[in-house]
């Protein structure tokens, strides 16, 4: 980043940081912390649409009196360094981090503890000295990813040739992703590519699957990991500009809406649904507690390790796999989407045939 574009970048956090939420960290009363929370997508990701309103919701049920959350999200790691170091700056009480870099991010996250501003990491473990961590169970996201895949390829599971689209190297959860997803495949099918996807990019996961198709070719790819669902609409793109036929199996994660359509349809085969509100009210929990000087031990429900903590208190939540024949039981019963959402007009006898009526 140049320094006019980093200058730019550091006035907008700052500015954004000023326009999200209720003062500094001076202007909560004796026990109602200020909460700063910063993500790694806003808009129409999963965390501007689901965690972003969650947090915000549960923090105000755990503590009415508390300020307006702070909130501040982007994509760029450079940027969010920024974006926290503003929140320092602005006193805020406790922190929520989603980091986009946990490398990049770890010295400020060591700022924010010599302010003496806990941090609770939140969906990716973030490094430095943090005080809690909320996540999903990264090992048995990928064990239902595996799952899934060897059940959608049938007879193919035993020997057939897969490619493995996972996620960024500086994402821990790519790792832990890979991790249980390998734990079920290995022995059982042949990975023909295993691609790691620079920053999660979907652009990165076409050019690396149209590199795939041309290596193995069209009709020797029985199935696909793809680590979440924004790769996953890569890898389909792909497939389809190539003009692969049939489509082969292929995974995904997050159950974003285009890609419970592409399920619908029948381009996708399954999706990991993570229910969104159990990892927000925890998050919540622990960032009162934490704001309050309150200990966490008693909402953790495990320990994890990073580069410079140990036994962190750590909350790993359970995840669902979501395919065509169970849409109904779980997004549209948690009221994620209605059916009215999922069914577009082109989907209308898709969704019939699925029994997606309203």
């Known amino acids: 980043?140049?320094?006019?574009?980093?200058?730019?970048?550091?006035?907008?956090?700052?500015?954004?940081?000023?326009?999200?939420?209720?003062?500094?960290?001076?202007?909560?009363?004796?026990?109602?912390?200020?909460?700063?929370?910063?993500?790694?997508?806003?808009?129409?990701?999963?965390?501007?649409?689901?965690?972003?309103?969650?947090?915000?919701?549960?923090?105000?049920?755990?503590?009415?009196?508390?300020?307006?959350?702070?909130?501040?999200?982007?994509?760029?790691?450079?940027?969010?360094?920024?974006?926290?170091?503003?929140?320092?700056?602005?006193?805020?009480?406790?922190?929520?981090?989603?980091?986009?870099?946990?490398?990049?991010?770890?010295?400020?996250?060591?700022?924010?503890?010599?302010?003496?501003?806990?941090?609770?990491?939140?969906?990716?473990?973030?490094?430095?000295?943090?005080?809690?961590?909320?996540?999903?169970?990264?090992?048995a996201v990928g064990r239902l990813q595996g799952e899934g895949l060897l059940k959608a390829m049938g007879a193919k599971a035993d020997g057939g040739q897969i490619v493995m689209m996972n996620g960024a190297t500086t994402d821990p959860n790519a790792a832990w992703f890979k991790q249980g997803a390998l734990s079920v495949l290995k022995g059982k099918v042949k990975i023909g590519k295993s691609y790691d996807t620079v920053d999660w990019r979907p652009e990165n996961a076409f050019v690396n699957m149209r590199g795939a198709i041309a290596a193995l070719g069209a009709d020797r790819i029985d199935g696909v990991l793809a680590?979440?669902?924004?790769?996953?609409?890569?890898?389909?793109?792909?497939?389809?500009?190539?003009?692969?036929?049939?489509?082969?199996?292929?995974?995904?994660?997050?159950?974003?809406?285009?890609?419970?359509?592409?399920?619908?349809?029948?381009?996708?085969?399954?999706?990991?649904?993570?229910?969104?509100?159990?990892?927000?009210?925890?998050?919540?929990?622990?960032?009162?507690?934490?704001?309050?000087?309150?200990p966490v031990g008693s909402i953790a429900t495990s320990t994890v390790d990073n580069a410079g903590t140990k036994n962190v208190p750590a909350v790993l939540l359970p995840s669902v796999s979501v395919t065509v024949g169970t849409i109904k039981d779980t997004l549209i019963k948690d009221g994620l989407y209605t059916v009215d959402q999922i069914c577009t007009p082109g989907l209308r006898a898709a969704c019939a045939r699925a029994g997606l009526t309203g």
Not at 232 to 258: F, K, W, Y
């Open 1 to 139: 980043m140049g320094r006019a574009s980093l200058a730019a970048a550091v006035v907008a956090a700052l500015a954004l940081v000023g326009a999200c939420g209720g003062g500094g960290g001076g202007d909560g009363k004796d026990g109602d912390p200020t909460i700063g929370l910063l993500l790694p997508g806003g808009g129409a990701s999963r965390f501007g649409q689901f965690d972003r309103p969650l947090i915000e919701k549960a923090v105000k049920e755990r503590c009415p009196s508390c300020p307006a959350v702070q909130v501040a999200a982007t994509p760029d790691p450079a940027v969010q360094r920024q974006q926290l170091e503003a929140m320092i700056t602005r006193g805020v009480d406790v922190l929520i981090v989603a980091a986009v870099d946990p490398s990049l991010l770890r010295p400020s996250v060591v700022a924010a503890e010599r302010a003496g501003i806990p941090v609770v990491a939140y969906d990716r473990l973030a490094q430095g000295p943090i005080s809690g961590y909320v996540t999903f169970d990264g090992a």
């Open 227 to 294: 680590a979440n669902d924004s790769l996953a609409g890569a890898v389909i793109s792909a497939l389809n500009a190539t003009e692969v036929r049939p489509l082969p199996p292929v995974t995904g994660q997050d159950a974003d809406l285009v890609a419970v359509r592409r399920i619908v349809k029948g381009d996708q085969y399954m999706t990991v649904y993570k229910p969104y509100k159990s990892a927000a009210d925890a998050a919540a929990r622990m960032a009162v507690a934490l704001g309050r000087g309150e």
